[in-house]
């Protein structure tokens, strides 16, 4: 078998509609939720269709969506950068029943323009060593009460939602409108029976971003220095003597105002809103409650085209918190390296009730 041949190239995967018109688009419309119609230079016209998935789906599913390619599109479909398929297809005709198909089939249509569109998220419980709570479980569960916005564009702008199971942020979490973040709250259970013999021990001490980790000379193994210690786990990913898992202790922290485009403001993190919120699966009815209140704050509260982001900055964070519900806690003060940048140092602020 011949090895590095790379991913196959893509040019020969492309509608022939698409590989004819590479490069020469005019514009693009969005018809409907969901459904987006490209023109070409020459006149050509591309519609796609956007149908939301779980991301983790099963070879069945995947049939599936060759099944109705096969049947609408010429057997032509793509995967979207947030989990959903986007079938492609030439001919006018065809859209109205592959949408009648879709129907039937229960597949949600949607995600475009001003909607909240799948969320970006990782492996959880079903596949990582590392997490602090789910993936595949809240965000169902957040999806299900947000359905009607994945259908619909009625926010005032986009409304990127995304989800990390633990503070390594896989994904998107570090720069979403609304992020779900996985975290610890207990200090790693040390195991210097084990360190010596399956850890590096001064990468692990290296990995520890307060320094909370020394070498402990009597046992060759480590001591951690609890009062430093903020149970960001990364001594467990060096280290399987270290773990920090604990079904009480774990759970799910919430943060806004990211964005990754240019359009109107610059690229921005996320930042802290809710410090913890219990796991409480399978369907994690505090979380999403929380996301919800923060989506209803913001689609009353932000103008045309505002993020969530731009929305908080016009009106100021401690207006958001008014509005959100949400307490303002010791938590929520940025305490690590280079904080005093995120400190108020203005006479500038508004009153809250
Ligand atoms: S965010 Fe953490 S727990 Fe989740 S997949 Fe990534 S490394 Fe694993
Ligand atoms: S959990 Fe994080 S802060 Fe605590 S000892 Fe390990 S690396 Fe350091």
Redesign the pocket.
Known sequence: MPTDIGPPDYHTMLPPIIARNYGKWKYHEILQPGVLMHVAQGGDKLYSVRVGGARLVCTDRIREYCDIAEKFCDGYLRFTSRHNVEFLLDKKDNLEPLLQDLKQRGYPVGGTGHSITSIVH???WV??????TD?SGPVKAVMDELYDHFIAMKLPGKLRIAL????????AVHFSDISIL?IHRLPPSLDNERVPKICEVPTTIAACPTLAIRPDPKTKGVQINEERCMYCGNCY?LCPALPLMDPEGDGISIWVGGKVSNARSGPAFSKLAIPFIPNHPPRWPEVVDAVKNIVECYAKGARKHERMGEWIGRIGWERFFEVTKIPFTDKHIDDFTLSYDTFRSTAQFKYTG
């Open positions: 990782t492996q959880g596949h990582c060593h590392t997490p602090a993936a990390a199971c633990c503070l390594n942020m896989c994904g996985g990913t």
